[in-house]
């Protein structure tokens, strides 16, 4: 019995010990180079070796969102207004973003990696991780798959598209060591060095995660360099960040914590307006592209959702400027129907009682799995499913905007919604 009792114990001490167990060269991740200036440069000659900076609004008090590497170098940083970047450096180029060609980019490199790999998950428009195959991971064959990958997409993309690769036994680590030698580079986090590698990092916000914000709360604990990072204990780490103290201990001294397998909990988009479209009208106006995206997504994964949420924040001109803050949602039944999650969305957004809104976001959570050959049945209305069916196969074969469905009302609804279940709230 105390046998049995020990060896229980023993198995499961030791399965633990083998979910986090350190493997250098578990994983590859690529971390595009200026991702956006860089499509732009290669779909324009006359913007390449020129410095670029995208832009969603190019007047001068609009934003910089990204730039090219010779930007960069000229001191153009993001976040930068433009007109303070022109008077700078006068031959800037502004381009006006362009999601669905990015989208289209992200598209394509995603399917190069499939060729490489069954394990590739996009963690941003231009960040893959990678998990390589139990023989593939050495030093060796992990330089020669960066080496292939990088071939592969400058061929199928263009010269100007670049990526930097970082190798590692977690995700975390292998995305700081894409950083290190960009552009166009390729680094290994071995463990055992990973101390050296962290005392060479001056900045503590290189780490993914630790904004200028959170610098400031960590350095009230003494953590001011990624080096005080990985000294740091577990529980010194739990006292200064809280529950994540842990898994960031884990992170930085290389366990693989990744779930695999881990559910999608919520899809929504979001969106800052330009300054000249912070009234209701175009609030509403973004709202509904945001939830035909949303509904695009979820069908995309499979999913339905079944509450469906609305903020949106103001700013109130006063001695303060003071922000106002609208939260409103309603549960559902599953659905992933643009017609019904648009006319919910807007019906929340009906409420609103500030004006000038300046950042405007749907959320849709509660989801759950729905297979196509039960589809049908489930909803109500076939046609608007079939609508939707032939928009997705329209848009993956054509480009994510190439064909939309804009059937929504504008002033008095007159559709019926057959897919709500609950009372609103606020
Ligand atoms: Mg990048």
Redesign the pocket.
Known sequence: MLWTVTSILLFGFCSVQWCYMVKDYKYLFL?????FASIEQQENKKWRHHPVAIVHHAGPSGSIIAQSYEAKRAGIYTGQRVGEAKKSLPCLAIVSSRPSLYAHYHRRIKHILDYFSPWVTPY?I??FSIVLAPQERNASRAKSIAHNIKKDIARELGECIT??IGVASNTFLAKIASKIK?PNGFFIIKNSVSREIFANIKDITFLSGINKATALQLATFGLKTPLDMWSASAEKLRAAMGQSGERWYLNLHGYDTKKIHEPTKSVGHSRVLAPEHRNYKSAREALVELSINVARRLRASSLKAQKIEVSAKSSILSPENTTKRYHAYKTVSPTNNQVAITTIALALFKKYPHSNPYHIAITTSNLTHCRSSTQLSLIGDNKQYIIDKVVDSVNKKFGIDALGVYNFPHKKSTIKNPYTTGGSNN
């Open positions: 971390d595009m180079d200026a991702f941003s231009d960040e990526g930097s960009k």
